[in-house]
């Protein structure tokens, strides 16, 4: 296997960090610029309620995709430790790179499946989307789901790429696809006037094809990859192992996705203003303030081949190299959010008016807690890299509990600003809990290869 410029166990750390995590933040931007162009475009051509229809979906969708999203990081934490480790665990990283493929893709087909069955009662029944968007929102979502398989095999390509070190691929891929994907929603919407559906068809198709794409050049590019006759079968003690870290991981975005859900709930009781107007600064904020989670996310799997290789300390440098970048980031992000929240939020409404103020209002809160949110997710993806898998959980909850508060204790006094200020109570709870665990050194001892 070999030590190559994709080993992250050596060399300049903040350096290699940038260059491993520059393309996995432009890969994030490109993959929320599917959710904005999908806003955007809907807003744009068609109204504020059908933005409102499309933004409802947002929570729901997550909530059971992202689940896949914890079988993902198994795989990536396993294949980065098994890396890091040399070349002697060559044939497991092969068996875990096998073994993630049949349990990612059977969880595709089934969650997908499930999706697509109770669309309705989940954004009726569960969310209490409002009757004047139901429609549409169900249809929306109902195509969506059906894009499940295409999305799991990219997340998997994606998290394979990043497990060996090279994350210019998927951005690349991304760069093409996402073009394509703003060019079908404007094809679909205002050329064949088809709605909604117009969007969630442009997605779905987008993403089928940088699955595709991703998954050959990573064949071609990678020969570590190729299966070989004893490393086919599905492994157990791998899938244990996968497990360990992916059903923890698993209930982190599950917990996040049902605090979206529950500030989604109370956001629909506003109505559709405020849903719209909560849709647009939701994507902006995505956009902007979620992008240090790619140079976060960098860490998982700096972290993973370096614990892999028995390299704590340079764990440790690692950690502070980024609290740095992530900090910089940070202080622009708030600004560009503060100052410029009025012209960001006109762009997704042909309407404007309160949809616009509203909006305006909940990117100055999100904006409050960035700080927050950006020592959160790097000391989770640190944690998560070096096997932790249960701090992340506890850090979930910690932010769940936060947009509760906001809802329940704080809305019945400031309507839906007390929403909005959930969030950042939320993401200052976990950043005190994950800050803390990662103090405590109690990671060092998670390691998972031996």
């Not at 393309?23 to 409102?52: C, E, K, T």
């Not at 990678?222 to 079968?233: L, N």
Request: proline residues 2%.
């Amino acid at each position: 296997m070999g030590k190559k410029k994709t080993d992250l166990t050596q060399g300049n750390i903040t350096l290699q960090l940038l260059q491993f995590g520059l393309p996995i933040v432009v890969s994030m931007i490109l993959q929320n610029l599917y959710n904005v162009a999908d806003s955007l475009v809907v807003g744009r051509f068609i109204g504020d309620h059908a933005l409102a229809a499309v933004g409802s979906t947002t929570s729901v969708s997550q909530f059971v995709l992202l689940l896949m999203g914890g079988a993902t990081t198994g795989m990536g934490v396993i294949v980065s430790q098994y890396y890091g480790a040399g070349k002697e665990e060559e044939k497991n990283v092969k068996r875990a790179i096998c073994t993630s493929f049949y349990i990612i893709l059977m969880l595709a087909v089934v969650l997908g499946i499930l999706g697509v069955l109770f669309s309705r009662q989940l954004l009726h029944g569960l969310m209490g989307v409002p009757e004047d968007v139901l429609e549409d929102s169900v249809l929306y979502l109902k195509i969506i789901f059906w894009g499940a398989v295409p999305t799991a095999l990219y997340n998997m390509a994606f998290g394979i790429s990043k497990a060996l070190g090279d994350s210019v691929v998927p951005m690349l891929v991304l760069v093409v696809t996402c073009i394509l994907n703003i060019g079908m929603n404007i094809l679909f919407v205002a050329g064949f006037s088809m709605g909604v559906a117009g969007v969630g068809y442009a997605t779905v198709l987008a993403t089928l094809i940088s699955a595709v794409i991703c998954i050959l050049i990573l064949w071609k590019k990678q020969t570590i990859i190729h299966p070989e006759k004893d490393t086919i079968a599905f492994d157990w003690m791998i899938a244990r192992h996968m497990v360990k870290i992916g059903i923890p991981s698993a209930l982190v975005t599950a917990t996040i996705s049902i605090g979206n859900i529950i500030t989604q709930r109370f956001i629909n009781g506003y109505g559709a203003t405020v849903m719209a107007a909560y849709s647009a600064a939701n994507k902006i904020e995505m956009l902007l303030a979620y992008t240090p989670g790619g140079l976060t996310g960098a860490m998982q799997f700096f972290t993973g081949q370096n614990v892999g290789a028995g390299n704590y300390d340079r764990v440790k440098q690692g950690y502070r190299a980024m609290m740095k970048i992530g900090l910089a980031y940070t202080a622009i992000a708030m600004t560009v959010m503060i100052v410029f929240r009025t012209p960001l939020i006109g762009i997704f409404s042909k309407e404007g008016g309160d949809m616009v103020l509203i909006g305006g209002q909940y990117l100055v809160v999100s904006a409050i807690g960035q700080i927050f949110l950006n020592i959160t997710y790097m000391s989770k993806s640190t944690l998560i890299g070096a096997g932790d898998s249960m701090a992340p959980v506890y850090v979930g909850l910690l932010e769940m509990a936060g947009r509760i508060i906001g809802g329940v204790v704080l809305a019945p006094f400031f309507g839906y600003l007390g929403v909005f200020a959930g969030l950042p109570i939320g993401w200052g709870l976990g950043m005190i809990y994950g800050v803390s665990r990662y103090m405590s050194g109690s990671w060092m001892k998670k390691r998972l290869v031996k």
